[in-house]
């Protein structure tokens, strides 16, 4: 057993059986310990796992990808378009408008009229064919409501353009999010990878102690079994890390899954997503509180806009004709017009408007009070969660490094003969959970300090 002592937990104990086998002759002829290395395996599910098709090496490569990609993105964008084309719309309903028509008529049917005994001439009613030329111009020289819907339309477009920064700021932050997810799951999968070898190498070693009689067929049976919980875990990482990819891809708008490097710099991250997103101390300045104001705003003025359906109106018009016959009046003809409309009764479209309205407001309110309430909750969190990842990551630290020193003290004893095949897998399960739940919680760490960053930001990108 002092032989056994002296051997490395890494030994296969057949070395260890072989060296006590031999003691008498290392009494009589001193002998240079042999530098012995874990036992060799191999095993296809060893392989790493297949890269990904494309990867983003930087926040800045990830934006460009965002923003020419990502549907998401690019409908928030034409958004605001649409918010400008509709102030352009509101603009038209206070403008004059020209129109000018032609028209030609032939006339199969005529009627001759002499106008006196021949050979006076004769009228031909009506004309055969003719050309004619209309010009009309008309403007709503007084319309209250038109000219108040253009205060409603410049509004529109600032809610449109406060939406696309808080789009872009929640897609920065699930860009962040699946960035962070990636790595996270690739170095899973690699700490599964480590954790089969281990397995494997623990399988050898109850091998090579059933072999010489040192073990028992129980150990040999429990340590497949932890190999097999290892294939398993390996395969459920594997799968987690394509789909991590593939939801990458699908933030930055792409059908291909798309890796983030496995060297990104955390801090280094953090501070590109920083230059990104400047954080605003003030929650009223968030973008999505700041919308909610204004769409509450916006539904305010919808109730003073049904209020302005009962408002009269004046239309200006002037009409220029001109034809190449005429029939008892001139050629040309010229007339202008002014039309006052008041609205009397229109079956109650406008009593129906104004509740519709009033009820439209008390919801601007009552969202804009809930995004205020959002904000405020949100923010708590983030700034609460740098902390409790932080802490939960020192924690893990400690249980990882705990679970490494009891998983080789295990491994030297079961070498050495003491120990069995039980504390040897469970040692080993307690290190891959261990290890796993470390980097989780160092990229969640991450996923905290940038959601610190962006959950009370304006993102300009």
């Not at 086998?21 to 599910?45: G, I, L, N």
């Not at 206070?94 to 008529?105: F, H, N, T």
């Not at 990636?182 to 070693?205: I, K, M, P, Q, Y």
């Not at 028992?216 to 097999?228: F, G, K, N, S």
């Amino acid at each position: 057993m002092t032989l056994f002592r002296e051997c490395s937990p890494f030994i296969v104990a057949a070395v260890c059986l072989a060296s006590a086998t031999t003691a008498a002759t290392a009494k009589a002829q001193p002998a240079t310990e042999p530098a012995f290395r874990p036992p060799a395996v191999s095993d296809p599910m060893l392989a790493p796992p297949p890269s990904a098709p494309q990867q983003v090496k930087t926040w800045d490569e990830a934006l460009a990808l965002l923003r020419a990609h990502s549907p998401d993105y690019v409908s928030s964008y034409e958004s605001v378009k649409r918010a400008e084309a509709q102030s352009r719309i509101a603009l038209a309903a206070v403008l004059p408008v020209l129109s000018a028509q032609g028209s030609y008529v032939h006339q199969f049917f005529t009627e001759s009229i002499a106008l006196g005994p021949p050979p006076a001439p004769a009228f031909v009613t009506p004309p055969p064919d003719t050309l004619a030329a209309t010009g009309v111009l008309s403007w709503n020289v007084i319309n209250p409501r038109a000219i108040y819907a253009l205060g409603t339309a410049d509004a529109n477009i600032d809610v449109a353009k406060l939406a696309f920064s808080e789009r872009r700021r929640t897609l920065a932050l699930s860009v962040v999010n699946a960035m962070l997810s990636t790595l996270a799951a690739s170095r899973v999968a690699e700490l599964n990878r480590v954790g089969l070898r281990s397995s494997l190498e623990r399988l050898a070693l109850t091998q090579a102690r059933l072999q010489f009689g040192q073990g028992t067929p129980l150990d040999v049976d429990r340590a497949e079994q932890d190999v097999a919980a290892s294939r398993a875990l390996l395969i459920s990482g594997d799968e987690s890390l394509r789909q991590t990819r593939e939801a990458l891809g699908a933030a930055l708008g792409s059908p291909i899954p798309i890796a983030a490097p496995g060297d990104l710099s955390l801090d280094d991250f953090e501070a590109a997503v920083a230059r990104t997103c400047k954080l605003n101390d003030d929650l009223e300045r968030r973008p999505d509180v700041v919308a909610a104001r204004l769409r509450a705003e916006i539904a305010e003025r919808g109730v003073h806009d049904a209020d302005l359906m009962f408002a009269p109106y004046v239309t200006a018009s002037s009409q220029l004709s001109t034809a190449n016959t005429a029939v008892l009046a001139p050629q040309t003809t010229w007339n202008a017009q002014a039309v006052l409309t008041i609205p009397l009764y229109d079956g109650g479209v406008r009593y129906g408007a104004m509740k519709d309205t009033e009820a439209a407001l008390t919801q601007a309110r009552q969202a804009l009070a809930a995004a205020r309430i959002s904000a405020v909750v949100s923010a708590a969190q983030a700034a609460r969660g740098v902390s409790v990842y932080e802490e939960s990551r020192k924690v893990a630290q400690e249980q990882r490094d705990l679970a490494a020193r009891i998983d080789q003290r295990t491994r030297d004893s079961y070498a050495r003969g003491a120990g069995t095949s039980l504390d040897l897998v469970i040692s080993a399960q307690s290190l891959r959970q261990a290890e796993i739940n470390l980097v989780l919680l160092e990229v969640q760490e991450g996923q905290a300090r940038a959601s610190a960053v962006l959950t009370n930001a304006e993102c300009v990108y």
